[in-house]
């Protein structure tokens, strides 16, 4: 725990914010409930003194600099569909919201890359590349979260088997230092041997390094078709043991995702309409796979999932049923795109694990994690990118007490993080590591590493005002 001293903000100092940024400031009574959590309330909440809705890269390094002088915390937020609490101030202070920057700037076609201010939503990126025949690949569950916090955060998403998380795609960016500099990183070219990368310390960084105020995104050519399987499994082993042998065959799926009845059974309760079949053949259906192919013609599309039905009837699967209509695939997809609402209105106690372990360990992985749930009071639901090893596992609870839970949850979260650690995974593959899983960070890192995380935190923040407590480094 390091010992640091923050001032509250003063009546003075609000004034000055208010000068740069006449009627963007916002205080106490004025903000409203949403800024004080994220989408997993269950790691606290916390009010920011003041709001700041962002403008300009120069006004954002104004109010930097002048919370730098007077050691007044900041915290960049994006639209605050984060799971670890990473854009919650807990330690109050200036919240700036990044939302109102918003604009796509420019696209620059020669070179296949886009120009946009951070709070751009990802879904207006997506369908306003789409328009133009391009496509941005990255897709994380919340098509309403900002690029910037996509960035923060290293976004991962269900087309990441295929295309990569948000790493692949950030080419440059502006960035305010918590020093109240502006600096530039990356350019838009395609390699770079340039000297140390800060652009990717940048990128996952969780809003502790510094402000993201513009960022410069590569864009692909859109695939003309694509095509989806659902492949119902009469249990969760048989349907995550298919995955490695759809790639040993050398088909490239645009996405896995699998998931488990008791989930798509809530999650069509949510949606309000079935989708996923439950019984086929006299045979209980207990988990699924949704595949997604992507190519330039249906002709070979087909063959593929022609090959792909092959591989899963012969590893164990009941049916494979194809979703080639627009219809079809946006009620296959519907239901996957609303798992984590789905248990949110069915809980009232949820804590969430975002691990990654080797694609060829998820079966195993799966089996302990169920096999230790039952030392304790809580259900887990799962669901995950079985493409590349991320699992989302929820512990849920509607009868015990907050505190009971949580110690529940904590036994047994030590317990599957060092098996994940055992089996070569890490910690989280793409919500991050926030305020809730701040804590078990050294586990998976080891001391050396956590030294040189910090040495890197105190060099691009000296006085620890740019969100603090989170990623790496407790403050008191
Ligand atoms: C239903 C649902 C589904 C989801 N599915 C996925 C998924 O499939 N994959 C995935 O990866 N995530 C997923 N998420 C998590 C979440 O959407 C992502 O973490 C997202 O990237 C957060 O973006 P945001 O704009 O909401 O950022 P916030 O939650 O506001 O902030 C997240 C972090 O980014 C920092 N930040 C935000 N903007 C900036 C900026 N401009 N400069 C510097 N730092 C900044 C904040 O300080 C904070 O540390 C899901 C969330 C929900 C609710």
Redesign the pocket.
């Known amino acids: 725990m390091e010992a640091v001293h923050y001032n509250r903000v003063s009546p003075e100092l609000i004034e000055q914010f208010k000068k740069i940024v006449p009627g963007k400031v916002h205080t106490a009574e004025d903000i409203n409930e949403d800024y004080s959590h994220?989408?997993m309330p269950i790691y606290g909440k916390g009010y920011p003194d003041v709001l700041i809705e962002a403008t300009t890269t120069e006004d954002i390094a104004a109010i930097v600099k002048l919370c730098y002088e007077n050691n007044i915390v900041v915290?960049?937020?994006?639209?605050?569909?984060?799971?670890v609490g990473?854009?919650v101030a807990i330690h109050g202070g200036v919240m700036i919201d990044?939302t109102k920057m918003n604009k796509i700037l420019e696209y620059d076609l020669e070179n296949f890359v886009v120009r946009v201010e951070?709070g751009v939503l990802l879904n207006d990126l997506a369908e306003d590349a789409l328009k133009q025949g391009l496509l941005y690949p990255p897709d994380?569950?919340?098509k309403f979260?900002?690029l910037?916090?996509?960035v923060?955060?290293n976004?991962?998403?269900m087309r990441a088997v295929k295309y990569g998380t948000t790493r692949d795609y950030v080419r440059a960016m502006t960035v305010v230092l918590p020093t109240g500099e502006i600096i530039k990183l990356g350019a838009t070219v395609s390699k770079t041997s340039t000297g140390y990368s800060l652009i990717n310390l940048m990128i996952g960084s969780?809003?502790t390094l510094?402000?993201?105020t513009e960022l410069t995104l590569k864009l692909i050519p859109a695939p003309k078709e694509t095509i989806s399987l659902i492949i119902p499994f009469e249990n969760l082993e048989d349907c995550i043991s298919t995955v490695p042998k759809i790639f040993l065959h050398k088909l490239a799926p645009q996405a896995v995702e699998f998931m488990e009845k008791e989930i798509v059974l809530a999650s069509e309760r949510y949606i309000g309409r079935a989708v996923y079949p439950k019984e086929v053949e006299g045979v209980d259906i207990g988990a699924y796979l949704l595949l997604t192919f992507d190519g330039e013609s249906m002709e070979r599309l087909e063959e593929i999932t022609e090959q792909a039905a092959e591989i899963a009837l012969e590893a164990g699967a009941v049916d494979v049923l194809v979703a080639d209509t627009p219809t079809k695939k946006k009620d296959a997809w519907a239901a996957r795109s609303s798992f984590?609402?789905a248990i949110e209105a069915e809980t009232e106690l949820l804590d969430e694990c975002d691990v990654v372990v080797p694609v060829n360990k998820i079966a195993e992985y799966l089996k302990y994690v169920y096999k230790v749930r039952e030392n304790y009071d809580f259900t887990v639901k799962s669901f995950g990118h079985a493409g590349d090893g991320n699992l989302h596992i929820y512990t849920c609870s509607n009868d015990m007490e907050l505190e009971e839970f949580n110690k529940q949850v904590k036994g047994f979260f030590d317990d599957i993080y060092q098996k994940a650690a055992e089996f070569g995974g890490l910690l989280s593959g793409?919500?991050?590591i926030?305020y809730g899983k701040r804590d078990y960070l050294a586990s998976f890192s080891g001391d050396v590493v956590m030294r040189l995380m910090k040495g890197v935190k105190e060099t691009f923040d000296p006085k620890m005002i740019l969100?603090p407590g989170?990623v790496c480094y407790k403050v008191d």
Do not use: V, W, Y
């Open positions: 994220d989408e915290i960049p937020r994006g639209a605050g569909t984060g799971l990473a854009a990044m951070p994380p569950g919340e979260a900002t910037g916090g996509n923060a955060t976004a991962g998403g969780e809003g510094g402000i993201i984590l609402e793409e919500h991050g926030g969100n989170k």
